[in-house]
Each structure stands twice: as C-alpha cells, then as structure tokens.
C-alpha cells in the first residue's frame, strides 16, 4: 500500500523555534503509542533553518514601536512552504495551515471533529507557533487558513495550544485510545460534564464511597451517573445547558434537582 492510500494516517507539520517542545506528545502517553503504531506523524521546521542571515535570527522590532518583537514573514513563509510540500511527498492530498494565536476563535469539541473528519480523508496539518508578540502580518494574510484559540488566558506561545491540538485530534483516529474507552464515550460528547469516580479503597480518610455505586444494581448507577453529570453541568456549567437538547429523562432529572433546590430556598427539609 503507499504512503497515499494508508488508511487514517494523520500527518502535522508544526512550524516553531522550539520544536523540542513536541517531545511531550511524541515521547509519552497514548499520543507516544500511537506514534509507534504508525496512526500519525509530525515533522517539525524552525524558521531559523530558513533565516537569510549569519545570526539566524527571525524576529525584528515592530513597525510603529512598541514593546516586544514581531516574528518576519520572510523565513515562516519559507518554513510553512518546506512544510507543505514535505506534506505532500508523504501522501497528504492537500494541507490545511493553521496559525495557533489569541486572535482566533476558540476551539470546541465540533472543531476537533470537522479536523479530525478532514485529516482521515488525507488533509495534512501545519500547525504554525508564533512566540514574542506575534507574526507578520502579511505572512498570515499569505499563508494562514485559519486561526485557532485555546481561550482567553495569555500563554507564552503557540506550542502548547498545537500539542493540545493535536492530542485531541489524535485520540480521534481510530485504535489510537487501545483498551480505553472509545472517544465516542467522552463527556464532551455527551455534551455533559462527567459525573464524580471512585476506586479502592472503600473508605478513604474517613470518607465512603455513594452506595448506589456498590450495589450492583446496573440502572441505578446509570440513572445515579446521569443525575451527577445533570447536577455538575448546571452548577459549573449551565452554558453547556442552554446549547444542548435534554432527554426526556435528563428533562425529568433537571426538574427534580429544581424542586430540590426551591424546597432548600423555601426552608424545608
Ligand atoms: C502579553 C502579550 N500580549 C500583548 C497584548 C499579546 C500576546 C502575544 C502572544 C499574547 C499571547 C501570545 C502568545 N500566545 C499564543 O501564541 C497562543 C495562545 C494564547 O496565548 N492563549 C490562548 N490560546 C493561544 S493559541 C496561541
């Protein structure tokens, strides 16, 4: 079989000056276990093995002032291009450049999935890094498909939020989780938060274990799980609620936990 035809291998790119980084994903885990069982690739490019000077360096001061620096177009271009046509010799169809930065807009579960359905069909991944204040704008405008976000927290780069990325992605391709449970079950999927777990022994520091969980009755512990997970959601998360349909029995569970709530409110107990 060639590289072209082999069945849901899913090929990144990632452009960054700290390509040692991506031994967190390559050299451990389930993402390491399914690197070694040939599911996906990575090849990284430093933009400084493209820079057009003796000091190698890649970044200049900001056009306007200002604090920080601001990564060239110049050697990104050249770097995401290598990327690209690296991509294509391995076997991917087309390839798909995506710039990891604040300005993007957030990644979800249902973006997870639209890349994950693309990269099986044979779409390589560039996963552009940007460090200091950001990169060229021009570069982005030329080169970038799209722009993705982790969320609205400041980190120092893109690395981590490709590696996040692309361990999600990962666990989509199918035999990549082994044993484990299949993606298919994860509470993102449900669209709910996971209900509390608990393993030996019974009783920690004083503290027991929910004796639904130890009865052995199969339909309780489900109907328990679920009314955990409905309870959590709405306490922690009640967005994830509103942008969700219920089942009738979810519906049933809310509207007890409501009537819970109000009699508390009320004062009786
Ligand atoms: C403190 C610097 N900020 C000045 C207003 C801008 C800024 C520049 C570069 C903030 C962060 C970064 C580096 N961040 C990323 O490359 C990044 C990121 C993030 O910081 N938060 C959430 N998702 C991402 S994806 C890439």
């Given at each position: 079989m060639s590289e072209a035809e082999k069945p849901g291998v899913f090929r990144f790119a990632a452009v960054t000056l700290f390509p040692?980084?991506?031994?967190?994903?390559?050299?451990?885990?389930?993402?390491?276990?399914?690197?070694?069982?040939?599911?996906?690739?990575?090849?990284?490019?430093?933009?400084?093995?493209?820079?057009?000077?003796?000091?190698?360096?890649?970044?200049d001061r900001p056009y306007g002032g200002g604090p920080g620096m601001v990564m060239q177009a110049e050697p990104l271009?050249?770097?995401?291009?290598?990327?690209?046509?690296?991509?294509?010799?391995?076997?991917?169809?087309?390839?798909?450049?995506?710039?990891?930065s604040p300005q993007g807009k957030v990644l979800n579960h249902a973006k997870v999935m639209a890349l994950a359905k693309a990269m099986s069909a044979g779409q390589g991944l560039v996963l552009l890094c940007g460090r200091y204040e950001g990169v060229d704008e021009r570069l982005i405008e030329r080169a970038v498909d799209e722009e993705i976000s982790l969320g609205d927290f400041v980190l120092s780069g893109g690395e981590l939020a490709a590696m996040a990325l692309m361990d999600a992605l990962i666990r989509q391709i199918p035999g990549a989780l082994g044993d484990m449970a299949s993606a298919a079950e994860d509470s993102f999927?449900?669209?709910?938060?996971?209900?509390?777990?608990?393993?030996?022994?019974?009783?920690?520091?004083?503290?027991?274990?929910?004796?639904?969980?130890l009865s052995g009755?199969?339909?309780?512990?489900?109907?328990?799980?679920?009314?955990?997970?409905?309870?959590?959601?709405?306490?922690?998360?009640?967005?994830?609620?509103?942008?969700?349909?219920?089942?009738?029995?979810?519906?049933?569970?809310?509207?007890?936990?409501?009537?819970?709530?109000?009699?508390?409110?009320?004062?009786?107990?």
């Open positions: 040692e980084m991506f031994a967190a994903i390559t050299d451990a885990g389930i993402s390491r276990k399914a690197l070694e069982a040939g599911l996906w690739s990575l090849t990284c490019w430093n933009p400084r093995d493209f820079a057009g000077n003796p000091a190698r360096s890649v970044d271009m050249h770097a995401v291009e290598a990327s690209k046509s690296s991509l294509a010799d391995a076997g991917a169809a087309t390839s798909r450049v995506i710039y990891l999927v449900a669209g709910l938060l996971d209900c509390p777990h608990y393993t030996r022994p019974e009783i920690f520091q004083g503290c027991g274990t929910p004796e639904v969980l009755d199969h339909a309780r512990i489900r109907r328990w799980r679920l009314l955990m997970s409905l309870t959590r959601t709405r306490e922690r998360r009640p967005d994830l609620l509103r942008n969700r349909a219920l089942s009738a029995e979810e519906t049933q569970l809310l509207a007890e936990i409501q009537a819970e709530i109000s009699k508390e409110q009320c004062g009786e107990h």
